[in-house]
């Protein structure tokens, strides 16, 4: 029965300039984010790195890794959103303490959702 269940997924990507450093800080980060450490501890969500899938005629990413929040299961709308804009949340307090602690502007992240990641 689970097998036919798609994985939500919200997709985060580090714009130009990032560093593989700032891949695995600001993954760090998001797993620390209360709300979604809790998920993770239910065994409901995996927050994992993977190599970015570049677009035709796009500019290299920083370190061409995204970060995948890929909700588990049963997943109704209201979870989903939740996971999403504490995604969204966790990014803008990361990019926030970066610009506090790092001398520069943090990249640029995309915050996607995404229905089914494979």
């Known amino acids: 029965m689970g097998e036919g269940l798609a994985k939500k997924v919200v997709r985060i990507r580090l714009g130009h300039g990032a560093s593989a450093s700032d891949v695995g800080a600001l993954k760090a980060w998001l797993e620390r984010e209360h709300k979604l450490e809790v998920l993770r501890g239910r065994g409901d969500l995996e927050i994992r790195e993977q190599a970015g899938?570049?677009?035709p005629g796009s500019s290299p990413m920083g370190a061409g890794?995204?970060?995948?929040?890929?909700?588990?299961?049963?997943?109704?709308?209201?979870?989903?959103?939740?996971?999403?804009?504490?995604?969204?949340?966790?990014?803008?307090?990361?990019?926030e303490n970066r610009r506090s602690v790092e001398q520069g502007e943090p990249p640029e992240v995309d915050v996607v959702p995404d229905g089914d990641a494979r």
């Open 53 to 55: 899938a570049e677009e």
């Open 65 to 95: 890794l995204e970060i995948l929040l890929v909700v588990v299961g049963v997943v109704g709308p209201k979870l989903f959103d939740e996971v999403y804009e504490q995604a969204k949340s966790g990014v803008r307090a990361w990019r």
